[in-house]
C-alpha cells in the first residue's frame, strides 16, 4: 500500500489512496459465509480470508475518483482489478481489487497451459492454505502443490489430487517416495517463506532499476516483487520467486 501511496503522490498533488481491508472477524471461512463481501464469493473461492481482497479508491482534491489514474499505478504494483476494463460500476466492483503475490505465477502457468478456468480457485486455495486458514478439504495435498508453484516447479491446478504431474513434480526435487507429510515439510524449507502464516514478518530486498530520463519505459512484475517509479527508473522490492520486465519504446 505504501508503495502505491508514493507513485500516487509523484503523479499529482493532492492525490490520495483510500484503502479498505477485511476485518479480522470476517477473514476466515465462517467470516465469508456471514460476510462474502462485494463479490459474494463462497470461502474455497474468496481471497478475503488470506487478506488479499482489498478495495481501493484514489481521490483527487475535489474528492473525484481518478478510477483510470489507479489502474495505471496499481496494477503494475501487483494489484489485479475484478473489472475487465476501468468504468465505474454502481455496485462498487470497481473499487475490489485482489494481491495475488507469489502466487502470480502460478496465474500466469495455468493460463499459458489453457487451463485458465483453474486459476481462480487454485490461486484461492495456494493462498489460502499457505496463511493457514484453508478449511476445505486435502490441505496438505493442497500446500504442497502450492509450494511446488512457488518454486517454479508447475504441477497443474491446485487441486489436492496428487497425480502424475504433482509426482513428477516432486521426482524433480528429489522428494518422490516420501510420505506426504514428510514432503510437504521439507518443501516449507524450501520456498521462500512458505507457510509463515499472516503474522510472520517476511523480509524483502530493495533492487534500483536506473533508467535515463529520454528513454520511455514500462515496467511490469509477476510472482513476490513489487515496484513503483521513481525519477531515476524504477525500484523494485524482491520477496521471493518473480520476474521484472521492462518494455521500452
Given at each position: ?62 474528492g ?8 495505471e ?20 466492483l ?26 481462480w ?22 500446500f504442497?502443490q ?6 517454479g516447479?508447475?504441477?497443474?491446478p ?11 513434480a ?23 517463506h ?6 510472520e514478518?517476511?523480509t ?11 528513454v ?13 517509479r ?20
Open positions: 500500500m505504501r508503495l502505491l501511496e508514493v507513485a500516487a503522490a509523484s503523479r499529482k498533488q493532492g492525490l490520495r489512496v483510500e484503502y479498505g481491508g477485511v476485518a479480522a472477524v470476517d477473514a476466515s471461512w465462517a467470516g465469508v459465509a456471514n460476510c462474502p463481501g462485494p463479490l459474494s464469493l463462497p470461502a474455497h473461492l474468496s481471497l478475503r480470508p488470506a487478506g488479499r481482497e482489498v478495495t481501493l479508491r484514489l481521490l483527487n482534491e475535489k473525484e475518483n481518478e478510477l483510470a489514474l489507479l489502474w499505478l496499481a496494477v503494475p504494483l501487483g494489484f489485479l482489478p475484478w473489472l475487465r476494463f476501468p468504468v465505474p460500476d454502481a455496485h462498487g470497481d473499487t475490489v481489487f485482489h494481491h495475488p503475490g507469489e502466487w502470480a505465477m502460478l496465474v500466469d502457468a495455468l493460463h499459458a497451459e489453457g487451463q485458465g478456468e483453474e486459476a480457485p487454485s490461486l484461492c486455495a495456494a493462498a489460502q492454505v499457505d496463511a493457514g486458514v484453508w478449511g476445505g478439504d486435502k490441505p496438505v495435498e493442497r504442497v502450492a509450494q511446488l508453484h512457488r518454486l516447479v508447475s504441477c497443474g491446485v487441486d489436492g489430487v496428487v497425480g502424475g504431474r504433482t509426482l513428477a516432486l521426482k524433480s526435487l528429489g522428494l518422490g517416495g516420501r510420505a506426504l507429510t514428510e514432503v510437504a515439510e521439507k518443501l516449507a524449507g524450501m520456498a521462500p512458505a507457510g509463515t502464516g499472516k503474522n514478518k517476511r524483502r530486498q530493495q533492487v534500483n532499476v536506473v533508467v535515463p530520463p529520454s520511455k519505459t514500462e515496467g511490469f512484475v509477476t510472482g513476490n516483487l513489487l515496484s513503483s521513481t525519477p531515476q527508473g524504477y525500484t523494485v522490492n524482491v520477496g521471493g520467486n518473480g520476474q521484472f520486465t521492462l518494455v521500452v519504446s
